[in-house]
């Protein structure tokens, strides 16, 4: 069985330094997969170079059978991949619902949505939505004064909205507290029904948690690749991984 | 078709060159350093007339005293400036943009209300007015003076960025605006200092151009959009502008050889649009540029 | 009670109040020369509103309105200028004088009325549709694309000035008599000149309205506020921005068909550097969020501006300069932010008494 997305010896250089070398890994659909990895081993690179937000030097991006490689930004988010960004983006100068509702991206012609004051099924999703990120009593605000946990909330929420096929969730806990990081464990492991996940986290128990499959990346490259309890059993995962969780 | 004449082209398009150059110059260091882009330099060029006009005609001051002094009238002029107005602006450039429309309207009403709307002259010594053989072009001397004037200022310029601890630091404040200040470098102060001596630049520009025109209160105006030009396609460094000057001051004169001077400057405002489609950083991108 | 200045249903309230006070001028002023007057103020507030649209909602800021303005004056002016030709006199006077002994390819469809009302408006807005494709496309955006504009207005100014067997050059087109359509002359003194270009504001204004609160408005929005997000949300930001930019020009085409129309006159002096700055500077001050707050802004400054007279002009733009400085650095949403405080202070009579609800510190998800 082929993955939902698979990335084929991917390469990327700046300048000249080498920040993702010749990486391949596969995303199943239906399963939840962390991408771990110590600060700086070009797990928001590859994230980057999925959404088409810059473009690999060589490799290929295959999803859903579709080489993805070279699309725009716009034309792979479409084709069904949505992603929270690590540092969180909302929309600042809108409401929490605005926010929502843009990200509801059913149609995205302009001319179709030039005399278009209603969207089918919009409201339903905005609540359902609304309610699993907590933040239905805060839809009139403005985004920019939400604080940061809430933020996180907001983006996951606008991923959802977007009903993409495979979520890519660029450490979607950092800044929450511990109740909310279970309460997103929960989510994520009840999403696997209907959507992939790609998520890239620290935080080796909430990796536990919800994991299918565990890669670990290295300065740009694969490093190990199978279950939680294999990864947390491999002894070069351990040096160059674990052992600078102790340091952080 | 006549080669000679082609000759006195490419001649002559060295002397727009230099126009176009020291129009851009203070613009190009403004731009480059603090990514403001200064609506009002052709007011400050205006202004760099007018002050060398009021020197000769009030304090009798020779003309070749009139050009540092206007650089130092103009620089304290965009001083001022800096700190009552831009300075809360460089987070916003749309903003700046149009703030420095609104600061280019006052300054032009206010010298039309002071001086009129008719035109003043600068008077040059006697040889500056003679005209000099190149090869087989004449040019008047004027013009070799504003080419010297240029090429001096650009030599300073080169001097100061690359070889004063002055340039050190401006070069820090643009690459890395957080880190140059961890390293206890003032970028505010910078920004001042860097946007007067952009605004002194025009100043001189002012000084010349008041003489290879007249002076009057909407001179600035038909250099401003010219002189942008020149930076954006440079990319906002002093190379840049130096070589965009260049190119498009050779094509002006060969152009209008072939044509006349307006549908010239018509086929370089095209060209220079359909450059910017396919390079939008400019010749030269400095690194960590801004946008 | 939220503020009244965000009501919807208020602000369509209002919307319609002021055409409803435009519409009654006829009925109050008997000078005709007043009443074209007002027309041309009415012709500067769709040009306002155009750029309230692409920048204030857009996020574009264009300072080469004139192109779009110009084009359409100039198609205009040369629909109008060929209707006074005759079979025996085709060609215009001014061709003649340079020497120019028959009527050139470009002028020909004007020979037609209809055609040329068609071009006057299609050929500025299809012009916006490819160089705004053309610079969205390559991510052009912010101050660049500014300068662009600027350059690109510079472009058309000079080679209108320069092919003056076609354009006139610098004295433009002047055409001798008053619009005729369908047999009908529209006599630029008359109110129904003035109809004709209330009809026009009032009908962008509601289309730009309905634009800005449907979806595509939405969009747009988000777009200004940060429009590398709204890539991965699926919209092409091109896209959106080309058409939002191209139905600004559409306006601006408009504006300047309706402009010929009442001054019967057309110059470079329309696409100079300065004139589509000062489109920017109306939008500015009275508020480029706001369409009306825009509208008003040219209403104002121009009336103001004809009213002061030649003799104060000079102190005028130092005045409005000055004001222009004050509205970019404290009061980014021009004069309409005012009023947006004043409602907001109106809806919460008492706000000591409870604790504001979105100003103090946000409270937790849970
Ligand atoms: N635009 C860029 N230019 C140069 N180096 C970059 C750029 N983006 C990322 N890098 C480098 O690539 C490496 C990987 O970064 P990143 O993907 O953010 O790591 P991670 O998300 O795994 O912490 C880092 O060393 C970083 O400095
Ligand atoms: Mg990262």
Redesign the pocket.
Known sequence: MSGLLEIQRLSKS??T?K?INDFSMEVVEGTVCCLV??????????M?LITGR?KPTSGKIIFANEDITAKHEHLIARAGIGRKF?VPAVLRDMSVRQNLEVAYSRQTNPFRNLLKFHKPGLTAKLDEVATLAGLTGRLKERAGILSHGETQWLEIGMVLMQEPRLLLM?EPIAGMTESEIEKTARIFKDLRKSATLLV?EHDMGFVREIADVVVV?HM?SLLAQGSIQEIEADLRVRDVYLGEQEVA | MDLGSLLNALILGVSIASIWLIAALGLTIIYGTAGVINMAHGELIMLGAYSSYMLQFYLGLPYLLCLPASFVVVALVGLALERGLIRYLYSRPLDTLLATYGVSLVLMQGVRLIFGSDPKYLAVPEIFQSNVMLGSVSVSAFRIVVLLVTVLLVLALWLLFYKTRFGVQVRAVMQNKEMAAAFGINSGRIYMLTFALGAGLAGVAGALFGVLAIVLPTMGASYVVQAFLMVVVGGGSLAGSVVASGVTGEMQSVFAFFTNDTLARFIIFVLIVAFLRFRPQGLFAQSGARR | MGNLYHNKIAQWVVYVAFFAALAIIPNMVGDSFLLNQFATYCVYGMLALSISLCWGFGGILNLGQGIAFGLGAYGMAMTMQMQSQTESNPIPPFMLNNSLDYLPLLWQPFQSTLLGLILAVTVPTLFCAAFGGIMFRARVSGPFFAIMTLAMLSAFYTIILDRQAYTGGVNGLTPPSAFQFAGVEVDPYSPTAYWVVLFFLTGATFLAKLITQSSFGLVTQAIRDDSERVRFLGYSVAGYETVIYTISGLIAAVAGCCWVMLVQYVSPAQMDVGFSLSIVIWAAIGGRHSLLGSILGALIIQGAQSYLGDTFLATWLLILGGFFIVVVRFLPNGLASLLEVALGLLARPDPTSSPAPDGGRPLPAE
Do not use: S
């Open positions: 700046f300048d330094t920040v990895g110590p600060n700086g081993a070009g797990k928001t690179t590859t980057d810059i690590q660029d890239v990346m740009g």
